[in-house]
């Protein structure tokens, strides 16, 4: 009997070992080809999952069920660009999986609803595999998720096992969020691509309000064309990367931080041989300074934020206080306790005058270029690293990206962070591809 081997299979054999490996963009071509069906991604996803979930601990629910059914009906319609699987942050709602939280005393909340995101992500045709384990209520106090590159250190957080899922390619997408530096952090330290759209682009109903004037849901993939597709879907409108741009007409502004002494070694040297790199080939980079506006950034920031976390989790405070995590209670929450309504209100004004001034700042430039974190993710499980790197750009509300660059002499990821103006995300993107493309 002759054994048939069909193109697919050898595609296998020799370019890759399953389709698991595969970012969206690449599985759905590979679909639209029928190289691929919707089920056989499926399973691979699930099938990588129970192999590699008992050691990296991404994961606070799975469905192994619901998915493949959703494959199949995939199969059957055989509309473009349908069934891309993804995982979502333990702090976003979906239908009939439990949204705990990273706490304990919501180990049965099981939402008849899914979050806004979602709904519109499974109307597209995504599929939902399960949720990611987050930091508790979305704070500091960590869980149980490794980092992939090497299992003693932090994965960041909060949105941990979404960054840790993305890196063990366990899912090509997932979901996270974003108050500080949730979304940027621990993409940087898993290795993949971490991005936070302009504020207000992506709905945040059905999704733990940490502070709601600052919180953003973000994305985490290993292609810029993967994140692409999942925004076009989640803002309903089609956009395209610009495939002609010319890396010699952004003009980029390089930003050390205040923080700059704090950086590690590896990352100042990998930063500075990059922004050298761009000169060299005469890409316009200036440095320019804004430090105290940073400083100022990261005071507001702390006041806001701690007022309004304080406010939305008064269920938790009022009802499971002495069940929350001493690092919550004197964390954000605490930053909270002393603030009036009348100094929420001064601030917020304030806020305003200082938007202004970073962005008359940055006004003639395309595009930032600034560390993600401080250094390669950190050693041992029970500190998710420092946001202060990414405050800034969240508090102002600008997209912001961070690709995976460089490598430590630890061989661990170290990110950059890419920044532009509001609404520019597209462009962002288009920069962040070229970057890629001439530099990774």
């Known amino acids: 009997m002759l054994l048939f081997i069909n193109f697919f299979s050898i595609y296998l054999i020799f370019f890759m070992t399953e389709p698991f490996e595969l970012t969206a963009t690449k599985a759905l071509e590979l679909i639209d080809k029928n190289k691929l069906s919707y089920l056989e991604w499926i399973e691979s996803c699930l099938g990588r999952i129970k192999t590699r979930e008992p050691f990296i601990k991404a ?16 199969d059957q319609i055989k509309k473009k660009n349908f069934g891309i699987p993804f995982a979502a942050k333990d702090i976003i709602d979906i239908e009939g999986m439990p949204t705990q939280m990273g706490t304990p005393f919501y180990s049965e909340n099981i939402p008849k609803r899914d979050a806004g995101s979602v709904a519109i992500a499974k109307h597209y045709g995504c599929i939902p595999i ?38 063990e390619n366990m899912v090509p997408i997932a979901f996270g969020t974003q108050t500080t530096g949730s979304v940027i952090r621990p993409a940087a ?14 709905d945040k109903s059905g999704i733990l309000p940490n502070s709601p004037s600052i919180d953003t849901l973000g994305l985490m993939a290993r292609s810029i064309e993967d994140i692409l597709s ?13 495939e002609n741009l010319n890396i010699n007409d952004i003009k980029f502004a390089f930003v050390k931080t205040p923080y700059w002494d704090k ?10 041989n990059f922004i050298s790199n761009l000169i060299e080939l005469k890409v316009n980079v200036e440095e320019i300074d804004l430090n105290n506006l940073i400083l100022e950034s990261s005071e507001i920031h702390k006041k806001i934020s701690g007022f309004e976390f304080k406010r939305s989790i008064s269920a938790e405070r009022f009802h499971h206080y002495n069940e929350l995590s001493d690092i919550l209670r004197n964390g954000r929450l605490s930053d909270g306790e002393n603030m009036s309504l009348s100094d929420y209100h001064y601030l917020f004004d304030h806020l305003e005058k200082h938007k202004h ?9 395309d595009c930032i ?3 993600s974190a401080l250094g390669e993710a950190l050693s041992g499980l029970e500190y998710t690293g420092s946001p202060v790197l990414n405050t800034t750009w969240t508090l102002l509300g600008l997209p912001s990206i961070t690709l995976p660059m460089f490598k430590s002499k630890n061989n661990l990821p170290i990110g950059c962070q890419f920044i532009s103006k509001k609404a520019d995300d597209n462009k962002l993107l288009s920069i962040s591809k070229k970057i890629l493309l001439e530099f990774s």
Do not use: Q, W
């Not at 994961?59 to 995939?74: G, H, M, N, V, W």
């Open 59 to 74: 994961f606070s629910y799975i469905d192994y069920t619901r998915p493949i059914e959703l494959a199949k009906k995939c």
């Open 130 to 167: 399960g949720k990611t384990v987050t930091t508790e209520l979305g704070h500091r106090h960590p869980g149980p998720t490794v980092n992939p590159h090497n299992y003693e250190h932090t994965p960041g957080g909060s949105s941990s096992g979404s960054a840790a899922a993305v890196a």
């Open 189 to 202: 330290y898993c290795g993949v691509i971490g991005y936070k759209p302009t504020y207000g682009d992506f």
């Open 230 to 242: 999942m925004r076009n879907i989640l803002i309903e409108e089609e956009c395209l990367l610009n």
């Open 263 to 272: 950086i590690d070694d590896d990352s100042k040297v990998n930063l500075e």
């Open 357 to 365: 001034m970073i962005n008359n700042k940055i006004s003639s430039y």
């Open 369 to 371: 270029i600034s560390p």
